[in-house]
């Protein structure tokens, strides 16, 4: 600090009161490169966060209003869609049911009596891989006649 006072004394008081001035300003100065600008820049980034993460809630809530309107409606329309698809590819591959029993959480439970084992099995594939109907329970029983079985399942679409 003597220093300081040191250097000062050497010139009048006008002199030091600039020099003193442009010290403040040139500390000021510093303040504000050094420290404000950069909280400033770092407060712009989170705002912009924000204000992108904000944009985004909204939408996926949105998005998840529409999921959920559509799984209602699929809720509904299940037991009738599910049914005609089994009736139809059950035809189409040359199957016949016997008994057919909608459940209460849009499953179907589905008897085939005397059923060949082939046609079953590409039935099976094709319900759970190009319908995207899920089998959650299957019962074989083999009958007198070879090549031939009973079935019990149940099948659900899948969400």
């Not at 904000?54 to 209602?72: D, E, S, Y």
């Not at 005609?84 to 849009?106: F, K, T, V, Y």
């Not at 009596?113 to 319908?131: I, V």
């Not at 959650?136 to 969400?159: E, I, Y």
Request: proline residues 3%; glycine residues 6%; positive net charge.
């Amino acid at each position: 600090m003597n220093q300081i006072l040191n250097f000062l004394n050497k010139y009048s008081r006008h002199e030091q009161m600039l020099i003193l001035g442009c010290g403040v300003l040139v500390l000021l100065y510093l303040v504000w490169i050094l420290v404000l600008t950069p909280i400033q820049k770092k407060r712009d980034q989170l705002y912009q966060a924000n204000t992108s993460s904000t944009q985004t809630l909204g939408r996926v809530q949105i998005l998840a209003a529409q999921i959920q309107q559509l799984r209602a409606q699929d809720t509904a329309n299940a037991g009738e869609n599910i049914n005609g698809l089994i009736d139809s590819s059950l035809r189409a591959n040359g199957l016949q049911m016997s008994n057919l029993q909608p459940g209460a959480n849009g499953d179907v439970r589905v008897r085939l009596d005397r059923a060949a084992y082939e046609p079953l099995m590409q039935w099976l594939y094709d319900m759970e891989y190009k319908q995207g109907v899920n089998v959650t329970d299957l019962s074989l029983a083999s009958t007198n006649d070879p090549g031939q079985v009973t079935v019990n399942l149940r099948l659900q679409k899948a969400q």
